[in-house]
């Protein structure tokens, strides 16, 4: 598989183990470079899709753009200029014509128990599509009847129990944890597990644990060694939006 995610496991443990306020420092920025991944979320009337359903099929589109063939073709550049850098996302909702238009975009839609999300190329944020920038961030509730176990041989996601997010900011994160544990994968060689994982299409499960569990499954101090034994990588946000800088958003487990 494509090696381009590499940079992410390569700075890791530094963005992990970086002072918070560093997190949301954007000096070392071009402004007009940033480019975002646009994340789309079917939301119809009717049926309302699941909470947990929509930002599972998120999650898996997300890091099916980058392993997917086009990420070692035309894909590459975009996907490069985006991956060194932070890995912003910007997560709006669609239904209708509108989800209809966004398949005209390059991108990859998954689907999971009826509930569709569309991950898009990365874009340069000055340059994003009309189609996608008329989309609404803001959306209602979802409603969810999350079971409590997770199913049997896939990553888990484990949201931050003791930090609310709307659905956009969650499909965002949860983003971010398939694309850091890919990363970790192909790092550690492991590569029969990428690809067995890459064959479900990058199926995961959603998860909110009980604070104490959160708490002790948290890398702590050395999270290179919290992924050799655990096989858990953590997402720390920047804080641009809905969370502070530095909040630790999702806990990704190996399965």
């Known amino acids: 598989m494509s090696p381009i995610l590499t940079p992410l496991a390569d ?3 530094s963005w992990l183990t970086r002072p918070a306020a560093a997190t949301v420092d954007t ?15 079917r939301v119809e009337r009717d049926p ?11 999650a898996a589109a997300a890091v099916a753009v980058c392993l997917a063939p086009e990420a070692e073709a035309e894909w590459a550049e975009p996907l490069r200029e985006w991956i060194t850098s932070r890995i912003r996302k910007v997560s709006r909702r669609a239904r209708g014509a509108h989800w ?10 998954v689907e999971v128990d009826g509930a569709e999300a569309r991950a898009l190329l990365p874009y340069r944020v000055a340059e994003t599509p009309k189609i996608v920038s008329r989309l609404q961030i803001s959306g209602s509730e979802l409603p969810d009847t999350t079971p409590a176990t997770p199913p049997p041989g896939v990553p888990v996601l484990w949201l931050n129990p003791t930090v609310p997010m709307t659905a ?3 499909a965002a994160q949860v983003g971010h944890a398939t694309m850091l544990l890919a990363a ?3 790092a550690s060689a492991a590569t029969e597990d990428l690809q067995a994982w890459a064959a479900t299409t990058f199926r995961t499960a959603v998860r909110t644990p009980t604070e104490h569990d959160w708490q002790a499954a948290l890398p702590g101090p050395n999270p290179a060694h919290a992924w050799t034994t655990q096989g858990t990588v953590a997402v ?4 641009f939006t809905e969370v502070a800088p530095g909040t630790v958003t999702v806990l990704a487990h190996r399965a």
């Open 184 to 186: 970790h994968l192909h």
């Open 100 to 109: 209809t238009a966004v398949h005209t975009l390059p991108g990859i839609t």
């Open 168 to 170: 956009g900011k969650a």
């Open 11 to 13: 700075r890791y443990a």
């Open 236 to 239: 720390r946000d920047a804080g």
């Open 48 to 58: 309302t899709p699941s909470r947990t359903a929509l930002l599972e099929a998120a």
């Open 27 to 41: 000096s070392d920025e071009d402004p007009a470079l940033v480019r975002a991944m646009p994340i789309i979320l």
